[in-house]
């Protein structure tokens, strides 16, 4: 996508608050921002010339998606930008790792249990949380675990033995406050274990539990007159406070809950969805939906939730949408909120919905608008009597005058229409004749449309110079339907455009759009011939190489293709497989052909 394209994706943007994110040729995303407007914002990207410095400028150069997630507020952006770069950890937000793996938090399996990090996922030697996408939120989470828990950090066996032996000192962690001495037998197990099992709730992110935990606890304290308890219990909600708020968007009371809303017009559908965790956004994706029937706006987003909880592994039993979801897992509850902070999310979805909704009408009409531009520009410069909306271009293949074939594409609105591609094998032309050939597939195509009384195409072009155009020409006249429809011959070396009885060809400016199209339907119509002629030239190759193999004939062959359906599959197929109908000798020759 060229710079320009993409100031014309910015020039579609929302004026409203939110985040964007930029992706770059491999769709990884490796910036995210936040903005009160984010049009103008992004816009400010592109426009700058001077005063920006080197990495920005880099930054840009690798810029060729551009995605957003509007937010009611600037304040809710900010949070949300947090959470996708703790969640996709973008190159340009951060100073990346060559990380080859993704880090976990391990519970390890040992008395006095340690909480570490690690890349290696081992289940048999702890309990593992995550993965985490970002090594930033997972240090973030193993650092509040160790500000609310006294967990221990050193390595040392605490086997029963070695703390009945007094093998270990305490070290400066235990001095500073941050352990309480297991390697001393300075608390019990049973008590360790016990804010092991509190510190859980944590990596689960189940941080309500805890905060309620430290809360009462707090509050018995001070009720026990024992105030430094008590503050003590106190730091640690407000860590625990200081946390939440960097991710909270909406109330922290909604958690484990999926937001999936639809939005609908005649051919397409939008849905976007959203994943809260403890108040917070932690996954936001919107889709647009071409309908293939006439599905109703409930099929389409239950198969649509249902997918997308899929594909990111969703377990959460709540699911909140704007119309009801008429197909849900076992133990799913869904609901449709009319007030409340719930109905606020609801809103929020479908505003996302809304607004790539309107970002494809628009992108729709301009891609319309310019495609109808470029057609009658085409119209004017060929002084064809209407409008083409249908092409049909015709090529020719043959390699050294063996295996000749031909294609036809057909492009509809100056857009390639793969359905009425067509593939011809010459039946009536020997040996290398590519006017004959020609002649041969314009009359069977026609004929045949003739036959179906399908209509003809608003113009025909053929892949060559004169002599093409006058065989496709021939067998128009053939069929008595020369003049009914505008036929045009394009050659490669100068590019020039001939017509029936014109001696002197016709001369489009290099740079006109018309010709640029008539140069990709060509070409399109090349490619298409030329694949299909290397398909028939490999099987007839292999199909001769089988028929000289000793002890295989016509009729084994033919067995081979029966049963493999392609001669594609005959070469990839196991040698065991290929034993089964021809032998072991046999299949091991056939194995050796190149």
């Known amino acids: 996508m060229t710079q320009d394209r993409l100031r014309e994706d910015v020039a579609r943007l929302p004026e409203s608050p939110g985040i964007y994110r930029f992706y770059d040729d491999n769709d990884t995303l490796i910036y995210v921002g936040k903005a009160k407007s984010i049009r103008k914002r992004v816009t400010s990207y592109f426009s700058k010339s001077t005063g920006v410095n080197r990495k920005t400028l880099k930054l840009v150069s690798e810029i060729r998606r551009i995605d957003y997630t509007v937010t009611n507020t600037e304040f809710d952006s900010l949070l949300l930008e947090n959470n996708f770069i703790k969640q996709n950890q973008p190159k340009y937000n951060i100073l990346l790792k060559d990380d080859k ?66 093998k270990f000192k305490v070290c400066l962690e235990y001095h500073i406050g941050n352990c309480k001495g297991p390697c001393e037998g300075l608390i019990d197990e049973k008590t360790y274990l016990d804010e092991i099992e509190d510190a859980r709730y944590i990596l689960k ?42 991710s909270l968007v909406v109330n922290k009371d909604l958690t484990d809950i999926d937001v999936f809303t639809i939005s609908s017009e005649e051919s397409y559908a939008y849905v976007n969805y959203l994943q809260i965790k403890e108040g917070s956004i932690i996954f936001s994706k919107t889709l647009e939906l071409k309908k293939k029937l006439d599905e109703p706006d409930e099929e389409l987003l239950s198969f649509t939730a249902f997918e997308l909880r899929e594909q990111i592994k969703g377990s959460n039993k709540t699911i909140l949408s704007n119309i009801p ?35 494809k009408v628009i992108l729709r009409e301009g891609k319309r608008s310019r495609q109808k531009e470029i057609l009658l520009q085409l119209q ?104 009914s429809v505008p036929i045009a011959g394009i050659a490669k070396r100068l590019e020039e455009i001939y017509y029936p009885d014109d001696p002197v060809p016709l001369h489009m400016n290099k740079k006109s759009p018309g010709l640029m199209l008539l140069q990709q339907i060509r070409d399109e119509a090349h490619r298409f011939a030329i694949t ?50 021809v032998g072991q000798k046999k299949a091991e020759a056939i194995k050796g052909i190149k």
């Open 205 to 246: 992110g189940n941080i309500s539990i805890v905060y309620s935990h430290f809360n009462n606890q707090m509050k018995e304290a001070a009720a026990a007159m024992e105030f430094e308890r008590a503050q003590k219990y106190k730091d640690k909600l407000d860590t625990l406070e200081r946390f939440q708020s960097k």
């Open 380 to 483: 004017k410069d060929m002084k064809l009597p209407s409008i083409p909306m249908v092409i049909e271009c015709f090529d020719n293949s043959n390699f050294q005058g063996t295996t000749p074939v031909a294609s036809m594409v057909r492009f509809v609105d100056g857009k390639p229409d793969k359905k009425g591609y067509r593939h011809f094998n010459i039946k009536t032309v020997e040996g290398p004749n590519d006017f004959a050939s020609m002649k041969e597939i314009v009359g069977r195509r026609y004929k045949r449309l003739q036959e179906e009384a399908i209509a003809l195409p608003d113009l025909i072009l053929v892949d060559g110079g004169k002599g093409q155009l006058s065989s496709a020409v021939e067998a128009l006249k053939e069929l008595n339907i020369y003049g």
């Open 325 to 359: 979801i008429t197909i849900l897992e076992d133990g799913v509850e869904n609901t449709i909120p009319k007030i409340g902070d719930k109905k606020k999310l609801i809103d929020l979805s479908i505003k996302n919905a809304l607004e790539l909704r309107k970002e």
């Open 532 to 581: 299909f002629h290397r398909q028939k030239r490999s099987k007839k190759q292999l199909t001769s190489s089988l028929e000289e193999l000793e002890g295989i004939g016509k009729k084994t062959t033919e067995r081979l293709l029966q049963e493999f359906r392609s001669i594609k599959k005959i070469k990839e197929a196991p040698l065991e497989e290929l034993a089964k109908i």
């Open 101 to 166: 793996t993704f880090p976990y938090i391990c519970i390890l399996k040992e008395r006095f249990p340690r909480i570490i990090y690690t890349r290696n996922y081992n289940p048999s030697q702890g309990d593992y949380f995550g993965p985490y996408s970002s090594v930033v939120a997972m240090k973030n989470v193993l650092e509040l675990v160790r500000k609310l828990y006294n967990i221990r950090t050193c390595s040392l066996l605490l086997s029963e033995q070695n703390v009945e032996q007094k």
